[in-house]
């Protein structure tokens, strides 16, 4: 399987605030892998602009940075610390029961260890769909 190398970070400018802001290497292969165009604002636009339109793939991004992923900008995430201090403490609400509302998981199998999994968008032929735990095993390279 062909792994995609590490892309380098860019630096964008928002749309909407003008405010300099990094699309890094890692946010980058998971716009891509999902099909997304690249951000065109900064966070904190993106966060107003998500609470309106509530894209599912960019929950699903927002959940997997509050989950504690090994991620990616210097936003501030920091509000969850309890969970790391506490230890174990997990928010176990990853396998699809109501994060911030309804929305759509299909099944899907996991390509690195073939553990059943579910995603937040139709898995499509060509595109290896990975488990959370591979995902972050992955980006974290
Ligand atoms: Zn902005
Ligand atoms: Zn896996």
Do not use: K, W
């Not at 937040?120 to 990975?130: A, H, L, T, V």
């Amino acid at each position: 399987m062909s792994t995609p190398g590490p892309s380098a970070d860019l630096a964008l400018s928002c749309a909407d605030c003008a405010a300099p802001f990094a699309f890094t290497g890692a946010e980058q292969a998971f716009y891509r892998e999902r099909g997304l165009r690249e951000p065109t604002r900064c966070a904190p636009c993106r966060a107003t602009r998500r609470a309106e339109r509530n894209a599912p793939a960019i929950a699903a991004l927002d959940a997997r940075l509050a989950a504690g992923a090994p991620v990616v900008t210097a936003t501030d995430h920091g509000t969850f610390g309890g969970a790391s201090a506490t230890g174990g403490a997990r928010f176990s609400r990853g396998t699809g029961s109501g994060y911030g509302g309804p929305r759509q998981l299909f099944p899907a199998t996991c390509a690195s260890c073939g553990a059943a999994t579910e995603v937040p968008f139709p898995p499509r032929g060509g595109r290896p769909i990975y488990c959370r735990e591979c995902f972050g095993r992955l980006r974290r390279r």
